[in-house]
């Protein structure tokens, strides 16, 4: 019986780790409970400072996503968002820009420039490796150390800091779009 269990176990995270966002079948993302949403007061706050500019406009689009659910495969505010979907919701809101549906096809996408760490800038999408696979989940950088997602299931979309050590830790690259790079 404990062999079993065990080997239930083991199957169970194996298929986690085949598994990405947005790629079929989809499983959610294993972030730990330890990682901490910033509070909506400092969203807010963060939100009436935000500048108006198309970096702006990606910015505050994603934010009016804010507590939609997270559902794997999830492409629409009202039927929920992984996190693939979302960015490319957000980027079709406010760019007019058509993102490709997974997050490794999204960080390989025409029209993206690779961004350095200390070169982030808000609206660009930040990528992290969550399933032992490069780009295997993507958000949005809000500025001020800040991204925002859809994590896992049972989760809703949020704003969290990259410095946390399980952000930190899976960066694995950030891409702008080049409409982010031109005058408003």
Same mark, same amino acid.
């Given at each position: 019986m404990r062999r079993s269990v065990c080997l239930l176990m083991v199957l169970a995270c194996a298929s986690a780790v085949l598994v990405g966002c947005a790629g079929p079948p989809l499983a959610p993302l294993n972030v730990p409970a330890e990682v901490d949403p910033i509070p909506q007061?400092? %969203?807010n706050a963060w939100r009436a400072g935000a500048p108006r500019s198309r970096a702006g406009d990606v910015v505050l689009t994603a934010l009016t996503y804010l507590d939609t659910p997270y559902r794997s495969g999830g492409q629409s505010a009202t039927a929920g968002f992984d996190c693939s979907g979302f960015t490319r919701e957000v980027?079709?809101?406010? @760019?007019? %820009?058509? @993102?490709?549906?997974?997050?490794?096809?999204q960080a390989l996408a025409a029209g993206l420039l690779n961004v350095r760490r200390d070169e982030l800038r808000p609206g660009d999408l930040v990528f992290f490796n969550t399933l032992r696979r490069t780009y295997s989940h993507v958000g949005i950088y809000l500025g001020e150390g800040r991204f925002v997602h859809a994590p896992r299931q049972g989760a809703q979309v949020r704003v969290e800091q990259m410095a946390i050590s399980y952000w930190a830790r899976r960066f694995t690259g950030a891409r702008r779009h080049t409409a982010l790079t031109q005058s408003p």
């Open positions: 007061a400092d %969203v980027y079709a809101q406010s @760019l007019g %820009v058509n @993102l490709p549906r997974q997050a490794d096809d």
